[in-house]
């Protein structure tokens, strides 16, 4: 039985065999991506679908307690809460918020139900605490975003590597083949405040502080020009804007970014110099530089760079973003995000909101606009909004300022919840649905290569929970809507979804689940069934109006919170290989509980030394939002005035307790990647 992992972006295929009651993964070797390459989280994945935990019933809140009930009884509860807060605030109080891990049909479903049948504008997905500023970045300068507009097997074949803030072998380890075939005869740089594994392979490796990245970017922008190492044909040719970026870089020399970023300046140059002197050059940036409050200013930096050096649509050359969920790229593609529709057709757009309401049998009138971003929407719980539904999410652990999301959640007149696992936000709620897993079901994933996979129901689901597009359609009806969501089959739904992306910029028109079925490697856009698809994108013209590639002007900012007096230290946070995201389904799997059961907070011993700290240790983090008590864990690989802490636990660990919420202007994306802390001893009894 073969389908695909339930977690990160890469969507390796594997295979599940039964083994008893339960089920046992196996990498497949026949899917170029991962070759039957698996990390822990993808051998272990198939613990969580015969797991004790598992949600089998619905679930209602009766005496502050939830307890078991009938789907019909679950159902009406969810769906009048629903009509009562609309009848009493309008549909604009009513929140939908949806998910990177659901399938592009579910991604589409959810969309549909929010402006039809709900009415609400308040629609939008964790995606956008993820690879949102990228996005904006890659749309502000190429005209659309895709995670990779080239195949991951260029990695492996480009001369120098770039990776700026993502620690590949932790994040997305079945890559290290093509990392260790890039590295036989390539350069690699690594742009990160740690020493990670990824880093310690690096040719040159740039420390800076955190929230500092424009700077860099910026200073190696200058010493390509200073040096005149710049492709000024490809610029001429197929850009514009670069006489203003060529004014605004001129002053940002690398001893400026050296007082700014701590990165010593000739390492700068260095660099520089190794990417100019490479015959192909790949650029890539992971969460690093683009969660912050100028976090598409962070990207933008570095499409800078690599449009100077005339990398974009060249071969085993570009510029990406490592897409962390599963279907982070499909799930915005067909309308997740607050300010788009299908195909990625913008929705205060005039025309698309006519193509879309033709697919939908609406009038364009009808369709709602721009609503609440994601952390706005959640920040919103309890004034402008006063019903949520929450569709496979958990933004209790995995929003900014937790225990604020948490107070807001716990009060909020009517919470339902979507998922397989009481997860810490289901606890909240007042009704949970329970769903089927990915194995369970057939969907499209859209990988970040752009690349559309079909993962076909492969395991018979227990009694109990249902697809979440049965669940859609269910509310569809008791809501007064039933034509919104005619059936709940996955194929048909994909249908009407290639109708409504087919002329965007993502065109799934011409994708169909037979060809995905005969294995055809289709990548959007495909407009029509005879194309083969677009592996490679901007290899003529970008998707600009004009078809060129806009540089944007990008200065380095002070920090919305920079270290002062009483909170002296950068916090970071991020990834861990043994666990994904908020941690909901990978916390359950045993041997990855075992493997990493707490989260810790990683530092230099020397800094650990001043605050008497020594490994292992519980200290407490302070931030002006709260405090997390962890254990200490000494790296000499991280700077001296950074702390780094995974953030996939809940409740008391729960480091976005800690969190900035301050949000980029463009893309909304919260500053998870930097704020002020300070560190206390905590006392140990006796
Ligand atoms: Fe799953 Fe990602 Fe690990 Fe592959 S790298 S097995 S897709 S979590």
């Known amino acids: 039985m073969r389908t695909h992992c339930p977690y990160c972006a890469l969507q390796c295929a594997m ?8 089920y046992r993964a196996a990498g497949d070797a026949t899917f170029d991506v991962n070759a039957g390459e698996l990390c822990v989280k993808g051998w272990t994945a198939a613990e969580t679908l015969r797991h004790p935990q598992r949600l089998l019933s619905p679930l209602v809140r009766e005496g502050g307690r939830l307890r078991e009930a009938s789907w019909n009884e679950a159902l009406d509860r969810a769906a009048e809460g629903l009509r009562r807060v609309r009848e009493r605030y309008g549909a604009a109080a009513v929140g939908v918020f949806g ?17 039809l049948a709900v009415g609400t504008p308040n629609f939008d997905y964790n995606g956008r605490f993820c690879m949102s500023s990228a996005a904006a970045a890659q749309v502000r300068a190429f005209g659309l975003d895709r995670g990779l507009p080239f195949p991951l097997e260029w990695i492996a074949r480009t001369a120098c590597l770039l990776v700026v803030g993502d620690n590949l072998f932790e994040t997305m380890p079945p890559l290290r083949r093509y990392l260790d075939a890039q590295a036989q005869e390539g350069r690699r740089i690594v742009v990160d405040p740690r020493r990670t594994e990824l880093a310690r392979t690096a040719n040159v490796h740039l420390q800076p502080a955190p929230g500092t990245d424009v700077a860099v970017a910026n200073a190696l922008l200058h010493v390509l020009v200073a040096e005149e190492r710049i492709d000024r044909r490809y610029i001429g040719e197929r850009t514009r804007g670069f006489e ?38 790949i650029i890539l940036t992971g969460r690093g530089p683009e969660q912050h409050a100028n976090g598409t200013d962070g990207a933008s930096a570095y499409i800078n760079l690599a449009l100077a050096l005339g990398l974009p649509g060249r071969e ?91 107070r807001r959640l716990a009060g909020v007149e009517h919470l339902v919840v979507c998922d397989f696992f009481l997860s810490e936000t289901a606890e ?35 009694p109990g929970p249902r697809s979440d597009l049965a669940i859609l359609r269910s509310l569809c009806q008791r809501l007064g809507a039933p034509d919104v969501l005619a059936g709940d089959d996955p194929e048909e739904i994909f249908e009407e979804l290639r109708r409504a992306s087919a002329g ?119 931030s002006p939002r709260g405090s997390v008590v962890l254990r200490a864990k000494l790296d000499e690989g991280i700077r001296r005035d950074t702390l780094f802490v995974p953030f996939h636990w809940g409740g008391a660990q729960a480091i976005n307790t800690l969190t900035s919420d301050a949000l980029d202007p463009v893309s909304r994306m919260p500053a998870f990647k930097v704020c002020a802390v300070r560190m206390e001893r905590v006392p140990t009894n006796g």
């Open 316 to 406: 085993h050359c570009g510029y990406g973003t490592l897409t962390g969920q599963g279907n982070g790229q499909g799930g915005r593609e067909h309308g997740q995000k607050s300010d788009q529709l299908p195909g990625y057709r913008k929705i205060d757009d005039a025309a698309a909101r006519a193509h879309v309401a033709q697919v939908w049998g609406v009038a364009p009138e009808s369709l709602p606009g721009r609503g609440l971003t994601a952390y706005e929407l959640l920040s919103a719980v309890g004034e402008q909004i006063h019903a949520l539904v929450v569709m496979a999410s958990n933004p209790v652990v995995s929003a900014p300022h937790a225990s604020d999301i948490r």
């Open 504 to 622: 965007g910029l993502a065109d799934y028109g011409g994708i169909t689940y037979q060809r995905l079925r005969d294995g055809e490697r289709l990548c959007w856009p495909c407009p029509d069934p005879a194309h083969p698809g677009t592996p490679v994108l901007f290899r003529e013209r970008f998707a600009t109006p004009d078809g060129r590639a806009g540089f944007s002007v990008v200065e380095h900012r002070r920090l919305v919170e920079p270290p002062n007096r009483e909170f002296p230290w950068y916090l970071t946070t991020g990834r861990i290989r043994e666990q994904y995201l908020s941690g909901t389904q990978t916390r359950r799997v045993a041997p990855l509980r075992r493997a990493a059961p707490e989260p810790f907070v990683e530092m230099h011993p020397l800094l650990a030394a001043a605050h008497g700290v020594s490994d292992g240790e519980a200290v407490r983090l302070v």
């Open 244 to 281: 203003a970026v060529q004014r605004a870089v001129e002053r940002e020399h690398p001893e400026r970014a050296e007082r700014r970023s701590g990165v010593p300046a000739e390492e700068i140059r260095r660099a520089a110099r190794m990417l100019a002197e490479a015959p192909s050059s």
């Open 15 to 22: 295979t599940l065999d039964e083994d008893g009651d339960a």
């Open 99 to 115: 998910s990177g891990a659901l399938t592009n049909e579910k991604a589409y479903a959810l969309g549909k139900f929010a402006r």
């Open 428 to 462: 909240l709620a007042q009704v949970v649905l329970p769903s089927l897993q990915w194995a369970e079901e057939t969907g499209t994933m859209t990988n970040l290569e752009g690349r559309v996979l079909l993962r076909e129901r492969c395991v018979e689901p227990p």
